[in-house]
Nanobody, 125 residues
Framework: QVRLVESGGGLVQAGGSLRLSCAAS????????MGWFRQAPAKEREFVAA????????KYTDSVKGRFTISRDNGKNTLYLQMNSLRPEDTAVYYC??????????????????WGQGTQVTVSS
């Protein structure tokens, strides 16, 4: 059984930084594409960033490009999301997700099979 556990969320002022972590267990972490999604109140869940198993390919939603960086440590079975220059509109619950894909990074939530419970990120103005 795959288990994904996010941590690192919290309250931060606009312009600040946070680093989210996602600890994975249950199947070979290094084999699969991993992603971050977020859901703000009264909004649908949206794609944030994803990375392939070799760390050779990443994708970001336009609103976070240049501010967020996704990375992974396959030896530690951990996915990260470094978030800089945070804005109030980044406020959401952030979810870690694991796909069954390997090389092709996907931005579609339906391509992800396993999800964490989420971690709240709140950015005050």
């Amino acid at each position: 059984q795959v288990r994904l556990v996010e941590s690192g969320g919290g309250l931060v002022q606009a312009g600040g930084s946070l680093r989210l972590s996602c600890a994975a267990s249950g199947r070979t972490f290094s084999d699969y594409v991993m992603g971050w999604f977020r859901q703000a109140p009264a909004k649908e869940r949206e794609f944030v960033a994803a990375i392939n198993w070799l760390r050779t390919s990443t994708k970001y939603t336009d609103s976070v490009k240049g501010r967020f960086t996704i990375s992974r440590d396959n030896g530690k079975n951990t996915l990260y999301l470094q978030m800089n220059s945070l804005r109030p509109e980044d406020t959401a619950v952030y979810y870690c997700a694991q796909s069954s894909r390997r090389g092709l990074v996907t931005t579609t939530s339906n391509d992800y099979d396993y999800w964490g419970q989420g971690t709240q990120v709140t950015v005050s103005s």
